[in-house]
């Protein structure tokens, strides 16, 4: 039994409708310790022949055996782990990776095996010395002459400490004194034990070989040893091929180094390392990219941000722990009339007097409510007129004021004690004056407005006021308030009803006010339900929906943008697979698997993705805060684009999977390239 023994192996290619027979039935045997030179016609087969043995190959009819183990060409994962353990390959074109260092394509090959990383470090560096390349291990290759590359290559052929070197054209494109180092190299790789199997055209690399054989037409001639001198038959043709025995070198048994497949972080190194080499192409790529994911992440900020400032400034104007309860009207005609005063309560002065007011018992089943801690009565009166000196004014709106109004409404004075009253500034007190209308602060107004008494006849309720204050509402009829007693007072002096028109019912927590409102308007006292609630919560509820529709079409907006990135990337990832087929070759003869070559792209995808996010990110936070220091006027310091750490995640969730999308399909191509098709090309 031989080392390496072929058997029979028959290889044809189809063109067309035409199957040309390269190999036509060859019978090879090899032994360890053995250097072979295979010689023949040019487009005799004699790559084809190499690329077979190497494991490149695996459509052809024959069988291979390695150590008397049948080899399944089939076996996809067994081929890798040749190719990996058993073989070292270099070639005419020394298969060097350009964006690798001289030390770190040694080291590649030596990353399969399971060394520690120094003693890795330390045979590549050891095999460097061998080769006489110390000095040049930081060079990239184009930086090197021929022989040099060569001798990388041969470094690298050695690193996993394979036992058959293959080497096919080694000195093709060589100088004289360089095809004798790397011939002496050779010679000397196989006296330590290793089968070497050199295609050659040149005679003297030929006969520097211990056995030579010819393949002409696909047929193996009769061999001759290096001297020219007819041998036996450890190489033979057809079925002369068992007629003799190889050679016997001596086998040598050889410590081997153990192998594994590549771990994922040297893939993902070295699409670091070509990213790095490629840094001008992929920067564009990685511009565009971040800019969609910074349109996204700013809209979102500003979504954010304006929700946060709408509910800031509601919650300034109502307090959402109080809410506001009217009494449903109990007629028809009354409906009517109060759904009208709800749009227009400039016209709902007739109504005032009618509107339903609140029992002593009503009001105690609102306090008795859960969530409720206490409840506030309130009167209001609409179509008021405010004397000031000899002048009229228009109150649409005299109402009491709640407690929980806010005092930062005020702009002059105070809430209304006793006998006092503020007016609104837009509609009374700027109209009285422009200029001077603080100093309206502590003069008398007269109030009167109409209504009907208990008996239904129309009376007229008027009382001499002190100003308190001035209140900038945000109500578009202004307010025009008194505290309640005044307002019952008045009431009670002309004999109509001093019983609350309104209620606020404060509760315990503002997360409360819907399930509150919910609770008041469907509270039935005698068979009705006669309270209407309004929730603060419900109506921000509604203003948060818009914004948050807004913001999805906004961040939809620059989701197409996002769909150009993909596509940019998808486009580069192809670029990239093509212009780096030779690389994918090399890989994959080294013993990559095709998953290695999967993710080497898709590391390069996502790095591309991983840095958008984090170019998007800061961009976000230099716009967030440019927007917001100059919006700061309008909104009074609050921080209108609001960037929080979940749009953060979102965003590099979002590149992350539109780059590993968009590197499905190209790393797909790379993996499933025909590694001798790879490497053949340019
Ligand atoms: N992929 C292919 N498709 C079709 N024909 C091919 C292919 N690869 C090689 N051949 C043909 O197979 C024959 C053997 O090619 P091969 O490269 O093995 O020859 P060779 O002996 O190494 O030649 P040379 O010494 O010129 O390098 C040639 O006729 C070549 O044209």
Redesign the pocket.
Known sequence: MSYLELTNIHKS?Q?GKQK?D?LKGINLQFELGEFVAIV?E????????VNIISGLDHDFAGTVRIAGQLLDYHHEKQLDQYRREVIGYISQSYNLIAHLTVLENVMLALDMTKLSHGERLRRAHELLAQVGLTAQIRKYPQQLSGGQKQRVAIARALAGDPQILIAD?PTGALDADNTAEVMAMLQKIAQDGRLVIC?T?SQRVAHAASRIAE?NDGHIQPQSNANGQQQASPVSAGAAADAGSPKQAQPIVRQQLPARPLPWHVSVMMAFKHMRHTWTWNTLIVIGTAIGLFAVMLFNGLGTGIKGYINHEMNALVDPQSIMVMHQADNAKDQEEQAAAVYDPAVAGGIAARMPVFTGPQLTALRDLKHVTTIEPGISATNATIAINQQKFAAPELTTWTSDESTRNLKVGHVPGNNQIVLDKSSIAQKWSATKWRQLVGQPVSVSYQTFNLQGKPVTISRTLTVAGIVDSSSEVGINALNYQTMQSMRAAAKVSTQPTFVTARITSRMQNQAVVNEINHLTIDGKRPFAATSISATLDSFNTYVNIATAVLAAIAGISLVVSALMIIVTMFMSVSARMKEIGILRSLGERRRDIRRLFTSEALMIGLISATIATGLSYVAARGLNHMLAKLTGGYALVQIQFSNIVVVFILAIVIAWLAAILPARRAARANPIKALLSE
């Open positions: 290619y063109i040309f390269v023949g040019s487009g005799g087969g004699k790559t084809t022949l054209e295609v055209h393949l």
